[in-house]
């Protein structure tokens, strides 16, 4: 008689994906050195010394970097923030050179004639949106916040029209506190490409920038990555070769 053959059993599984094992970054259950090995696979552009490098020829290129909305007050940067969203700062800053003539206040705003509203800041588009956003801003204002943009992050969110990005925008440029770092488009671009961050959700990587930007310089970083984002690393063909970060960049689609 033949043997009858064994069976072969398939190898146990062993394990999680290396997708789950990710996952386990930041996790209070997780085991350092495994954390440490994940977080190595993860990239190395966080490493406190770069970091640091980039923040020092950041502050060599752009050391008066600052808000390119014109604005005289925390309310006016609050309505040019809110015009800002997919349009140019340039657009904008002409648009509200005759808009805040018109209308000088939250109460104006509030007050406004939404079909005359929408013809005015018709240039900046998505004119319907946002004037219901800033006649909707205007009004929690008045009558919320005694007629003055609040100076906290959970009350100037509660304003129609008003996400992180515009918060942290007025929060750290008229009042100069550093509640998070704004994250637009060039921000997105310029932290992905500096391996500062994996994620492409804005709130994600403004969690990561908030890691490893030191609090003090979240204000400044995120005016001088815009303002690099504008006039050198653009996103089509970044001026490499006029880029004082080049030598400590490694992004895939560097033109030198």
């Known amino acids: 008689m033949k043997k009858?053959?064994?069976k072969v059993r398939p190898p146990k599984s062993r394990g999680r994906s290396e997708q789950a094992k990710l996952a386990v970054i930041g996790s209070t259950g997780a085991k350092p050195a495994k954390a440490a090995k994940v977080a190595r696979a993860v990239g190395r552009g966080t490493d406190p010394k770069r970091v640091a490098a980039i923040l020092a020829k950041l502050d060599e290129a752009y050391p008066t970097a600052t808000c390119e909305l014109k604005h005289e007050n925390a309310f006016q940067l609050l309505i040019s923030t809110i015009l800002s969203a997919q349009c140019t700062d340039?657009?904008?800053?002409?648009?509200?050179?005759?808009?805040?003539?018109?209308?000088?206040?939250?109460?104006a705003f509030a007050h406004a004639n939404p079909s005359e509203l929408e013809q005015e800041?018709?240039?900046?588009?998505?004119?319907?949106?946002?004037?219901k956003s800033i006649m909707g801003a205007s009004k929690g204002i008045i009558?919320?916040?005694?007629?003055?943009?609040?100076?906290?992050?959970?009350?100037?969110?509660?304003?129609?029209?008003?996400?992180?990005?515009?918060?942290?925008?007025?929060?750290?440029?008229?009042?100069?506190?550093?509640?998070g770092v704004v994250v637009d488009t060039h921000v997105i671009r310029l932290s992905r490409r500096l391996d500062?961050?994996?994620?492409?959700?804005?709130?994600?990587?403004?969690?990561?920038?908030m890691r490893v930007i030191p609090k003090e310089k979240w204000i400044t970083f995120s005016h001088q990555?815009?303002?690099?984002?504008?006039?050198?690393?653009?996103?089509?063909?970044?001026?490499?070769?006029?880029?004082?970060?080049?030598?400590?960049?490694?992004?895939?689609?560097?033109t030198i």
């Not at 008003?162 to 009042?175: E, P, S």
Request: glycine letters at 6%; aromatic letters at 8%; proline letters at 5%.
């Open 4 to 6: 009858a053959k064994k």
């Open 90 to 107: 340039v657009r904008v800053n002409q648009v509200t050179q005759t808009l805040y003539k018109k209308y000088p206040s939250a109460e």
């Open 121 to 131: 800041i018709r240039p900046t588009g998505f004119f319907r949106n946002k004037t």
């Open 143 to 179: 009558e919320n916040f005694g007629g003055q943009v609040p100076r906290t992050m959970d009350e100037i969110l509660t304003l129609p029209g008003v996400a992180r990005k515009t918060a942290n925008v007025v929060l750290g440029t008229a009042y100069g506190i550093a509640s």
């Open 196 to 209: 500062l961050t994996k994620h492409e959700d804005p709130k994600k990587i403004e969690e990561d920038l």
């Open 225 to 254: 990555l815009i303002w690099h984002g504008r006039r050198v690393c653009v996103a089509r063909k970044p001026r490499c070769i006029d880029c004082n970060l080049e030598s400590i960049c490694y992004s895939k689609d560097k």
